[in-house]
Nanobody, 125 residues
Framework: QVQLVESGGGLVQAGGSLRLSCAAS????????MGWFRRAPGKEREFVSA????????YYADSVKGRFTISRDNAENTVYLQMNSLKPEDTAVYYC??????????????????WGQGTQVTVSS
């Protein structure tokens, strides 16, 4: 069992930055690939980014490539999402996820075993 707790969301102006954190419980954090998804109002949940167990592989949605950076610290059981050059269309609830099987491509929500409660990101224009 893994519990995921996101933090770092908030209100920011367009062009600004935020860093989301996701703290995981348990002693097997390094055995999970980790991901971030988001759900905007009135829209379906969408893949944002993912990172392999070791951190050596990273994946991004085209809409965030070049602006967002995912990283992880296995010693601290934490995964991060650095979000730069934020746009109003990035407004959404962001969810941290954990995948025990490292399914590829890491873009499908059904592949993830655990989800956090989400953190709101609001980008004003």
């Amino acid at each position: 069992q893994v519990q995921l707790v996101e933090s770092g969301g908030g209100l920011v102006q367009a062009g600004g930055s935020l860093r989301l954190s996701c703290a995981a419980s348990g002693r097997t954090f390094s055995s999970y690939a980790m991901g971030w998804f988001r759900r905007a109002p009135g829209k379906e949940r969408e893949f944002v980014s993912a990172i392999s167990r070791s951190g050596g592989g990273t994946y991004y949605a085209d809409s965030v490539k070049g602006r967002f950076t995912i990283s992880r610290d296995n010693a601290e059981n934490t995964v991060y999402l650095q979000m730069n050059s934020l746009k109003p269309e990035d407004t959404a609830v962001y969810y941290c996820t954990a995948d025990s099987a490292s399914v590829l491509p890491p873009t499908r929500p059904w592949a993830y075993d655990y989800w956090g409660q989400g953190t709101q990101v609001t980008v004003s224009s």
